[in-house]
């Protein structure tokens, strides 16, 4: 026996009975069940007076909610959320599943959206249709996008969506929301507001580099989409309902973090060995610098981050772009008008978290070099106060007049300290392949004492130090 008059997830008991010619009805059999409807012919075939549809909803003579009528769930407190779920739970019969599937609201510990809380200063999303309108044609615009959403037009699934809360007024937080030049971090460091700095300046191609994202990454369908990284209900991820992890390191994890880039693996899904044909250069495959223990890193104990910890990513970029004028989706953190593309821009750039050994850092607001004062990296002093090694060591090359880019000694800046002497680049990597002592042809040429009261001139007593890493 089939019955497609059930309404999807709602159970019911059946009881057999037979008719003879004379149309005689015998008694019916005793009840079995129960039986959880799956019938899956979807409701939302669009709002017309009188359809049958209608009914899969709502129950207008008795109704569990007083609003919109809509029909039992046998869930006890009977809501919109409830009666969504009552479908789109996995066994209702709707082919989404957004209670228990992945990135589905069940997921309480995870991030993202959250539904039938209160109390929560800008909690646009409480119910189902904050975002959906349930009375579309599925067929004609899937995934169900209202037509107003926060009171802004957004007739379209993809960034017109989102944007219409994660807007210029900042309306899905509400009041003080911080800068990106100053945005706020939970006690672990991670920036927990303050990280999007607008439509315009997200949708920008020239200040936001994820603005290219290709279409079809992630669920987007459309470039630059908010779906390429963010799951659109919820997440297992801790923060920003991402579609992997981005979170700083503990003692437990930072040696995992540091071998494999799990630390980050909602930026190396696509930065890593998979990486898209349109991620390319020097952002292509940021994992591999990890590999072996390498990467960019915390050398000190003593502040947020375990030593060895690999450096959060979020602490020199900002996946939104930068309203600063910075390029490569630098933090607006860091300063403004940063670009690591001439050797200068480059020093300016390790210099807006590092201190140079005469004991000054960048200040991008003045343009020029100015003394070091209290400030801190991940709760490490930036002059050095406590044994930390942000405060570069006092050998040639590290002083504010110098010129030259940080990376033609230590490399690009996702592993500078992959090379011998803890951070120096190995001699001469970037003229050719490293040399002996008596191979002149690349680096510098071996130089003996004056004389026998000199001491040797060697790599380490003249220009590079064997414990003199740069990292924090």
Same mark, same amino acid.
């Given at each position: 026996m089939e019955d497609e008059d059930g309404i999807p997830g709602q159970s019911y008991h059946y009881a057999v009975s037979a008719m003879d010619a004379e149309g005689e009805e015998s008694a019916r059999s005793a009840p079995a069940g129960p039986v959880r409807s799956a019938w899956t012919r979807s409701p939302h075939g669009g709002s017309v007076a009188g359809s049958p549809l209608c009914g899969t909803c709502h129950a207008?003579? &008795?109704?569990g909610s007083e609003r919109s009528v809509l029909r039992r769930t046998g869930a006890g407190a009977e809501t919109e959320v409830t009666l969504c779920l009552s479908c789109h739970d #996995?066994? %209702?019969g709707a082919s989404a599943d957004v209670r228990s599937g992945p990135g589905g609201f069940a997921t309480a510990a %995870?991030?993202? *959206?959250?539904? #039938?809380v209160s109390g929560l200063a800008g909690a646009l999303t409480r119910t189902c249709s904050s975002c959906h309108s +349930?009375?579309?044609d599925a067929?004609?615009? +899937?995934?169900? +996008?209202?037509?107003? @959403?926060? %009171?802004?037009? &957004?007739g379209r699934a993809g960034n017109e969506w989102c944007l219409a809360c994660h807007d210029a007024d900042a309306s899905w937080f509400g009041e003080g929301y911080p800068a990106t030049s100053a945005p706020l971090r939970a006690g672990n460091g991670y920036p927990v507001a303050g990280t999007f700095p607008g439509p315009a300046t997200y949708a920008d191609p020239s200040r936001n580099a994820h603005a290219r994202i290709p279409s079809g990454e992630g669920t987007a369908d459309e470039a630059g989409g908010c779906l390429a990284c963010h799951e659109p209900h919820r997440s297992s991820a801790p923060y920003d309902g991402l579609r992997g992890a981005l979170r700083p390191s503990t003692a437990a994890t930072a040696a995992e973090d540091g071998r494999t880039g799990a630390f980050a693996e909602a930026c190396f899904r696509c930065h890593g060995d998979g990486a898209p044909e349109a991620v390319t250069g020097a952002a292509a495959d940021v994992r591999a &610098? /990890?590999? #072996?223990?390498?990467? *960019?890193?915390?050398?000190?104990a003593g502040g947020t981050l375990p030593a060895g910890a690999p450096m959060p990513c979020y602490d020199c970029h900002n996946p939104h772009g930068s309203s600063r004028g910075n390029a490569g989706l630098l933090s607006d953190e860091l300063g403004g008008g940063l670009d690591p593309s001439t050797p200068e821009g480059y020093r300016a750039v390790c210099l807006s978290c590092h201190t140079s050994t005469d004991g000054? @850092?960048?200040?991008?607001?003045?343009?020029? /070099? @100015?003394? @070091?004062?209290a400030q801190t990296v991940e709760g490490l002093r930036r002059d050095g106060t406590g044994g930390g090694a942000l405060r570069l060591s006092d050998i040639p090359g590290h002083g504010s007049a110098d010129t030259g880019a940080c990376s033609a000694c230590h490399g690009g800046p996702h592993d500078p300290a992959s090379r011998v002497s803890e951070g120096a680049q190995e001699v001469g990597a970037n003229a050719g392949p490293a040399q002996t002592s008596a191979d002149?042809?690349? #680096?510098?040429e071996p130089v003996a004492p004056a004389d026998e009261t000199d001491a040797p001139v060697t790599c380490s007593s003249s220009c590079h130090s064997s414990s003199g890493a740069t990292q924090p």
């Open positions: 207008s003579h &008795a109704a #996995g066994q %209702g %995870g991030s993202g *959206h959250r539904m #039938g +349930p009375h579309k067929s004609e615009h +899937p995934k169900l +996008p209202a037509s107003v @959403v926060n %009171g802004k037009s &957004a &610098a /990890y590999a #072996g223990g390498g990467g *960019h890193r915390i050398r000190t000054e @850092v960048w200040d991008s607001d003045d343009g020029r /070099y @100015v003394a @070091v004062g002149t042809t690349y #680096g510098h």
